[in-house]
């Protein structure tokens, strides 16, 4: 069979034709992916990765039978270890050796306060306010995107229009809710 068919299988609820993809599949896999992070134990957990995202996709749909299951596989394998790269790089840990003591003393560092608690809600009412004053399409797309967390492909099919209209939309309603808080003159920030 081949590895479509076997996809196709696993899809409909054939959980035999899974162990046939990861038992053809796993001996290069893992040899990629080890080839690229250079420590067994990491390459075990990014081999556990891949097929977890495999399993997901393909049992929720998203497999698409164009080009090859093997080369499907190393993109998931290569995306989730380019993820985990640029987490590394952005994570920085600072010793407290190599900061002043007055700077770990710092308010800023502190947890909020009940005070910063309340300006922070009522910020946030404004903005809620200021909201109804935009076009609801472009209300209803500040909204998904910010409150909601929906990416600008997944507003684009729940609102039926294009994924450059749904960002236009928000890039309207950015320049209007700037004006709105010059007119009204909100203050954001603290």
């Avoid at 992916?33 to 393909?58: E, G, H, P």
């Amino acid at each position: 069979m081949t590895d479509h068919e076997l996809v196709r299988l696993y899809e409909e609820g054939n959980d035999s034709a899974f162990d046939i993809l990861l038992a053809r599949h796993q001996g290069y896999l893992y040899s990629y992916i080890l080839f690229l992070v250079k420590d067994n134990d990491v390459a075990n957990d990014f081999f556990q990765d891949t097929f977890q995202r495999a399993i997901i996709a393909i049992r929720s749909h998203k497999y698409q039978t164009s080009g090859k299951f093997s080369a499907w596989l190393m993109r998931i394998a290569h995306n989730l270890i380019v993820d985990k790269s640029r987490e590394s790089e952005t994570s920085c840990t600072v010793r407290e050796s190599q900061v002043k003591p007055k700077a770990l003393n710092s308010l800023s560092l502190s947890q909020a306060t009940r005070e910063d608690e309340i300006i922070d809600l009522q910020r946030r009412d404004d903005i809620r306010r200021l909201l109804n004053y935009l076009p609801a399409s472009q209300r209803e797309v500040v909204i998904m995107r910010f409150y909601d967390d929906l990416s600008f492909k997944e507003i684009a099919q729940q609102t039926g229009v294009s994924i450059n209209t749904a960002l236009g939309r928000m890039r309207y309603a950015l320049i209007n809710l700037r004006k709105l808080i010059v007119q009204r003159q909100f203050s954001l920030v603290g």
